[in-house]
Protein backbone atom coordinates (compact mmCIF):
# COMPACT_ATOMS: atom_id res chain seq x y z
CA UNK A 1 0.00 0.00 0.00
CA UNK A 2 1.14 3.55 -0.56
CA UNK A 3 2.95 5.55 1.77
CA UNK A 4 1.27 7.98 3.54
CA UNK A 5 4.11 10.36 4.31
CA UNK A 6 5.64 10.06 0.43
CA UNK A 7 2.72 8.50 -1.25
CA UNK A 8 5.57 6.21 -2.77
CA UNK A 9 3.69 3.36 -4.23
CA UNK A 10 4.74 0.66 -2.08
CA UNK A 11 5.64 -0.56 1.38
CA UNK A 12 6.79 -3.33 3.31
CA UNK A 13 5.39 -5.49 6.53
CA UNK A 14 8.09 -5.46 9.18
CA UNK A 15 5.75 -6.65 11.80
CA UNK A 16 2.34 -8.70 12.58
CA UNK A 17 0.08 -8.98 15.61
CA UNK A 18 -3.25 -10.51 16.17
CA UNK A 19 -5.50 -8.72 18.10
CA UNK A 20 -6.30 -10.49 21.81
CA UNK A 21 -9.61 -11.41 20.57
CA UNK A 22 -8.38 -12.46 16.90
CA UNK A 23 -10.62 -9.88 15.12
CA UNK A 24 -8.13 -7.89 13.38
CA UNK A 25 -4.42 -8.08 12.44
CA UNK A 26 -2.46 -4.94 12.77
CA UNK A 27 0.36 -4.30 11.10
CA UNK A 28 4.06 -2.37 11.11
CA UNK A 29 4.90 -0.89 7.88
CA UNK A 30 7.61 0.92 6.67
CA UNK A 31 8.15 2.87 3.20
CA UNK A 32 11.45 1.81 1.37
CA UNK A 33 11.52 5.76 -0.06
CA UNK A 34 11.25 7.52 3.10
CA UNK A 35 12.21 4.83 5.53
CA UNK A 36 9.52 5.93 7.68
CA UNK A 37 6.84 3.71 9.76
CA UNK A 38 3.31 3.24 9.71
CA UNK A 39 0.89 0.60 11.10
CA UNK A 40 -2.11 -0.47 8.95
CA UNK A 41 -5.12 -2.21 11.13
CA UNK A 42 -6.83 -5.44 8.81
CA UNK A 43 -10.37 -6.47 9.89
CA UNK A 44 -12.96 -8.76 8.33
CA UNK A 45 -15.62 -6.49 5.95
CA UNK A 46 -19.22 -6.81 7.24
CA UNK A 47 -21.49 -6.73 5.06
CA UNK A 48 -25.28 -5.96 5.86
CA UNK A 49 -27.98 -7.43 3.72
CA UNK A 50 -31.21 -4.95 3.33
CA UNK A 51 -35.03 -6.25 3.13
CA UNK A 52 -35.08 -5.66 -0.62
CA UNK A 53 -31.84 -7.96 -0.97
CA UNK A 54 -29.08 -5.18 -1.53
CA UNK A 55 -26.10 -5.03 0.12
CA UNK A 56 -24.11 -2.39 1.45
CA UNK A 57 -20.96 -2.48 4.13
CA UNK A 58 -21.95 -1.98 7.75
CA UNK A 59 -21.61 1.55 9.27
CA UNK A 60 -21.92 2.59 12.42
CA UNK A 61 -22.94 5.99 11.64
CA UNK A 62 -25.84 4.39 10.37
CA UNK A 63 -26.58 2.53 13.59
CA UNK A 64 -26.29 5.98 15.43
CA UNK A 65 -28.51 7.75 12.45
CA UNK A 66 -31.12 4.90 12.97
CA UNK A 67 -31.19 5.06 16.96
CA UNK A 68 -31.44 8.74 17.39
CA UNK A 69 -34.96 9.06 15.87
CA UNK A 70 -35.79 6.78 18.68
CA UNK A 71 -33.62 9.26 21.80
CA UNK A 72 -35.21 12.39 20.11
CA UNK A 73 -35.75 14.87 23.46
CA UNK A 74 -33.85 11.76 25.64
CA UNK A 75 -31.07 12.46 27.87
CA UNK A 76 -28.85 10.49 25.60
CA UNK A 77 -25.66 12.30 24.27
CA UNK A 78 -23.76 11.83 20.85
CA UNK A 79 -21.18 10.16 22.97
CA UNK A 80 -23.95 7.57 24.47
CA UNK A 81 -24.90 6.95 20.73
CA UNK A 82 -21.02 6.57 19.12
CA UNK A 83 -20.60 3.82 22.38
CA UNK A 84 -23.73 2.44 21.71
CA UNK A 85 -22.53 2.07 17.76
CA UNK A 86 -19.90 0.17 19.25
CA UNK A 87 -21.09 -2.15 21.01
CA UNK A 88 -23.10 -2.45 18.39
CA UNK A 89 -20.59 -3.58 15.91
CA UNK A 90 -18.41 -5.56 18.82
CA UNK A 91 -21.47 -7.77 19.32
CA UNK A 92 -21.63 -8.37 15.53
CA UNK A 93 -18.23 -9.10 15.20
CA UNK A 94 -18.29 -11.30 17.96
CA UNK A 95 -20.76 -13.60 16.05
CA UNK A 96 -18.05 -14.39 13.54
CA UNK A 97 -20.00 -14.01 10.79
CA UNK A 98 -19.16 -11.56 7.69
CA UNK A 99 -22.47 -10.76 6.16
CA UNK A 100 -25.85 -10.17 8.15
CA UNK A 101 -29.47 -8.96 7.59
CA UNK A 102 -30.63 -5.82 9.04
CA UNK A 103 -32.64 -8.25 11.29
CA UNK A 104 -29.61 -9.25 13.42
CA UNK A 105 -28.29 -5.70 13.74
CA UNK A 106 -31.95 -4.54 14.90
CA UNK A 107 -31.32 -7.27 17.30
CA UNK A 108 -27.63 -6.13 18.86
CA UNK A 109 -29.31 -2.66 19.11
CA UNK A 110 -32.21 -3.62 21.51
CA UNK A 111 -30.02 -4.57 24.26
CA UNK A 112 -27.46 -1.71 24.52
CA UNK A 113 -30.37 0.97 23.78
CA UNK A 114 -32.18 -1.20 26.49
CA UNK A 115 -29.24 0.09 28.97
CA UNK A 116 -29.31 3.67 27.83
CA UNK A 117 -32.76 4.76 27.70
CA UNK A 118 -35.77 2.74 28.46
CA UNK A 119 -38.26 5.22 26.14
CA UNK A 120 -35.93 5.16 23.40
CA UNK A 121 -35.82 1.96 23.93
CA UNK A 122 -39.86 0.96 23.86
CA UNK A 123 -40.02 3.74 20.61
CA UNK A 124 -37.04 1.84 18.84
CA UNK A 125 -38.74 -1.72 19.59
CA UNK A 126 -41.89 -0.29 18.78
CA UNK A 127 -40.81 0.66 15.18
CA UNK A 128 -38.26 -2.51 14.69
CA UNK A 129 -40.46 -5.27 16.21
CA UNK A 130 -43.80 -3.55 14.38
CA UNK A 131 -45.80 -3.16 17.37
CA UNK A 132 -49.18 -2.86 16.11
CA UNK A 133 -51.39 -2.37 19.24
CA UNK A 134 -51.51 -1.41 22.91
CA UNK A 135 -50.82 -5.16 23.91
CA UNK A 136 -47.46 -5.38 22.21
CA UNK A 137 -46.18 -1.98 24.30
CA UNK A 138 -47.86 -3.49 27.76
CA UNK A 139 -45.91 -6.53 26.87
CA UNK A 140 -42.81 -4.66 26.48
CA UNK A 141 -43.33 -2.64 29.59
CA UNK A 142 -44.70 -5.57 31.53
CA UNK A 143 -40.76 -7.12 30.58
CA UNK A 144 -38.63 -4.09 31.49
CA UNK A 145 -40.43 -3.97 34.63
CA UNK A 146 -39.87 -7.58 35.63
CA UNK A 147 -36.41 -7.03 34.50
CA UNK A 148 -35.99 -4.09 36.65
CA UNK A 149 -37.32 -5.41 39.69
CA UNK A 150 -34.55 -8.55 39.26
CA UNK A 151 -32.15 -5.84 39.31
CA UNK A 152 -33.42 -4.06 42.07
CA UNK A 153 -33.25 -7.62 44.31
CA UNK A 154 -30.25 -7.95 42.93
CA UNK A 155 -29.01 -4.51 44.75
CA UNK A 156 -31.14 -5.19 48.13
CA UNK A 157 -29.28 -8.76 48.34
CA UNK A 158 -25.50 -7.07 47.99
CA UNK A 159 -26.79 -4.68 50.78
CA UNK A 160 -27.73 -7.49 52.98
CA UNK A 161 -24.54 -9.34 52.39
CA UNK A 162 -22.75 -6.20 52.98
CA UNK A 163 -20.68 -6.59 56.95
CA UNK A 164 -22.49 -4.77 59.36
CA UNK A 165 -20.19 -1.56 60.44
ZN1 LIG B 1 7.54 7.13 2.23
Redesign the pocket.
Given at each position: MH?P????QD?RVVDSRTSDDGASIRRRRQ?P????RFSTIETASLTVVKRSGATEPFSREKIVNGVRKACQGRPVSDDDLALLAQRVEETIRGSGSAELDANEIGLAILGPLRELDEVAYLRFASVYQGFGSLEDFDAAITALRADREARDADADDRVEDAPEV
Open positions: CFCRHSCACNR
